[in-house]
């Protein structure tokens, strides 16, 4: 079993700062692609920026240039550092893992983490 957990959310002024992790539990041996999402009040869940197992990146139109996405492999984690917050940026942010391979050579497809909120304020 393998699960993602989110962390960092919370309420912040817009043009400020937050940075979100996210750490994969469990007996891992390698993750794929990792991913950020969000999904705001009365939205579709939409793609945020995703980070390959070699770190290529890539970012929505609306990030680009804000947020920056990293991973640290030996931690099995992920963080999306996010900059200069517009009221627009209010959403649950998940993480999510498109392929996530246990010690024991099982291979879990699609994990996503609960969410954790964040808030700006104008």
């Known amino acids: 079993q393998v699960q993602l957990v989110e962390s960092g959310g919370g309420l912040v002024q817009a043009g400020g700062s937050l940075r979100l992790s996210c750490a994969a539990s469990g007996s891992i041996r390698a993750i794929n692609d990792m991913r950020w999402y969000r999904q705001a009040p009365g939205k579709q869940r939409e793609w945020v920026a995703t980070i390959t197992s070699g770190e290529s990146t890539k970012y929505a139109t609306s990030v680009k240039g804000r947020f920056t996405i990293s991973r640290d492999s030996a931690k099995n984690a992920v963080y999306l550092q996010m900059n200069s917050l517009k009221p627009e940026d209010t959403a649950v942010y998940y993480c999510?893992?498109?392929?996530?391979?246990?010690?024991?050579?099982?291979?879990?497809?699609?994990?996503w983490g609960q969410g954790t909120l964040v808030t700006v304020s104008s």
């Open positions: 999510n893992a498109d392929r996530i391979v246990t010690t024991y050579f099982r291979a879990y497809d699609e994990v």
